[in-house]
Nanobody
Framework: QVQLAESGGGLVQAGDSLRLSCLAS????????MGWFRQAPGKEREFVAA????????RYADSVKGRFTIARDNAKNTVYLQMNSLKPEDTAVYYC?????????????????WGQGTQVTVSS
């Protein structure tokens, strides 16, 4: 089992950058694919980015491709989401999640563990 804790959210202006961090407990962090999802008010939780166990493979939602970068440091049990050129439509609660499935996935239902989320608000 793994526990996840996000940090780094906040209120920024359009065009600004933020870096989210997600610290995982336990010694098995490198056994999990990791993902970032987000949920805006009144909307379903949606996929943002994912990274494989080793960090060698990444996936992005089309809406963030070229602006967001996911990375991980297995020695620090941490996954990051660097968000550049933020837009008001990026406003949401951002969640990190861990998946035990064999292949890197973008499907919410294939992530087994979730953090509590961190709020990102982008003003225009």
């Amino acid at each position: 089992q793994v526990q996840l804790a996000e940090s780094g959210g906040g209120l920024v202006q359009a065009g600004d950058s933020l870096r989210l961090s997600c610290l995982a407990s336990g010694r098995t962090f490198s056994m999990y694919h990791m993902g970032w999802f987000r949920q805006a008010p009144g909307k379903e939780r949606e996929f943002v980015a994912a990274i494989s166990r080793s960090g060698g493979v990444t996936r992005y939602a089309d809406s963030v491709k070229g602006r967001f970068t996911i990375a991980r440091d297995n020695a620090k049990n941490t996954v990051y989401l660097q968000m550049n050129s933020l837009k008001p439509e990026d406003t949401a609660v951002y969640y990190c999640a861990a998946s035990r499935v064999a292949l890197l996935t973008i499907l919410r239902e294939q992530y087994n563990y979730w953090g509590q989320g961190t709020q990102v608000t982008v003003s225009s």
